[in-house]
């Protein structure tokens, strides 16, 4: 006999599960490459976050009369294993803030479509009460990347564009100054603020 929805809806948050577990893992990592304080303390409070996102899931499943269990998620290791290898990169401080904001937003990304369905699925298969639980996460994870990209554009992106043009004049180069995001024109002398790595 085929399988119905609520077994896709069981697959998927075993997928979800184990996509956080693996997160729980990597956003040390993000968060340990980050130089602007703001990142890594966004990082670090997403970690706290992810850790609750687990327990809840432990609680969808309770809910469920289900068995706690994960099963690979592919999608997330992938997603992982990119940002893993921009920590290889040798990119200057700034560019690696920004591209470390870029691989936090895929996983963001791809919990937001997760979530999305689980949400749906639950409510259409009349489980409010998962669905309720998988809605705080999926505003978690939201809010996650909303985080994120108020970071990248209010000033880490800036400061990436401005690093290349004050590395560019300490190679005697004579790069034109480039407009800002919000219309302005930087100095070329402009240094980026300080940042201060722990
Ligand atoms: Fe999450
Ligand atoms: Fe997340």
Redesign the pocket.
Known sequence: MSKPLEDAFIDELRDTYDAEKQ?VKALPKLAKGATSEELRDAFES?LE??RGQVTRLEQVFAALGEKVRGKHCDGIAGIIEEGASILEEDFDEPTMDACLIAAGQR??HY?MAAYGTLVAWAKALGRDEAAELLEQTLE??KA?DKKLSGLAEGGINDEAANSQIDNAQIDGERPQPRATARGRTTSTTRRAPARSRR
């Open positions: 997160l997403h976050e992810t996983a963001e919990e978690e994870e996650a």
